[in-house]
């Protein structure tokens, strides 16, 4: 079994920035040459490059058939190699920066059917990205994973302004606030539809008898996000950042975000 290497070493932000520079730099001489080598084409054209030099009109010459032939057309064509050559020389110098640079990554893999997850995670020691592979797989669950991994990039919960997290499952509504500048997270709050006063109220707000709520309502999001707002306030919590957890802005998401704001909390 051959041990893992680890990840490979990432460039420098010198390096990083220097080979931007030649991909700019590149990709400004193929455009240049592109509008040289189109004017060229145009005797009439109105966006002509300066020279240094003075260029004679290319004259005709003879070939052996008798036909005439124009010698700028060379030109033309060592122009057009040249550019071929900086463009292709400037797409391989953004690929290596960016798959050198921060976006490293594994190598992709197929997909593991036997994995609960296929592969996909969210918590372990960072360096790789919690996709096993470039592609997404066609199946819900999984592109909804994918977008809560880019919202856990950018969403942090800290002791001033912790994360709400949310889950909606098929018949419940999670919510819960976490602190992530302690280890692997700390829960401060947390309120779902199966908790006894979550319970209570639904029941007296369909009107129904025990056991027949209907926790799976866009009811039954609001009162979680009612009882989440008023746990929130008496510790002092003011103010969250929202994860919805790559649920789609709608429905019980929806309700218990708008409920959780109408019970005084700000994000």
Not at 60 to 79: C, F, I, K, L, V
Not at 181 to 190: E, K, L
Not at 211 to 230: P, Q, R, Y
Request: charged fraction near 25%; aromatic fraction near 6%; glycine fraction near 10%.
């Amino acid at each position: 079994m051959v041990p893992d290497a680890g990840p490979a070493p990432r460039l420098t932000c010198q390096a990083r920035v220097a080979g931007a520079r030649v991909a700019v730099l590149a990709g400004v001489a193929s455009v240049l040459l592109t509008a040289r080598w189109i004017s060229s084409d145009k005797p009439g054209s109105v966006f002509v490059l300066p020279r240094t030099l003075p260029v004679t009109p290319a004259q005709p010459t003879q070939t052996p058939q008798g036909y005439p032939r124009e010698s700028g057309r060379s030109a033309s064509s060592s122009s057009f190699a040249f550019l071929g050559m900086c463009a292709a020389c400037g797409v391989q110098i953004v690929s290596r920066v960016t798959r050198s640079g921060k976006f490293n990554r594994k190598p992709s893999k197929q997909t593991d059917w036997n994995h609960p997850r296929l592969g996909y995670r969210i918590k372990g020691a960072p360096g790789w990205n919690g996709s096993p592979h470039t592609w997404t797989d066609p199946i819900r669950w999984v592109h909804r994973f994918r977008r809560r991994i880019h919202i856990r990039r950018k969403v942090e919960g800290t002791p001033a302004r912790p994360r709400l997290a949310i889950y909606r499952s098929h018949m419940h509504m999670h919510a819960s606030v976490i602190d992530d500048t302690h280890g692997t997270g700390i829960t401060m709050v947390q309120v779902t539809s199966k908790q006894t006063p979550s319970l209570e109220k639904l029941r007296e707000k369909q009107g129904c008898e025990k056991g027949g709520e209907k926790t799976w309502s866009v009811e039954a999001a609001e009162i979680v996000g009612e009882e989440i707002a008023k746990q929130c306030l008496d510790k002092g919590i003011t103010m969250v950042v929202f994860d919805r957890g790559g649920f789609r802005y709608e429905g019980r998401v929806k309700a218990l975000a708008e409920a959780a704001r109408s019970g005084g909390l700000q994000f």
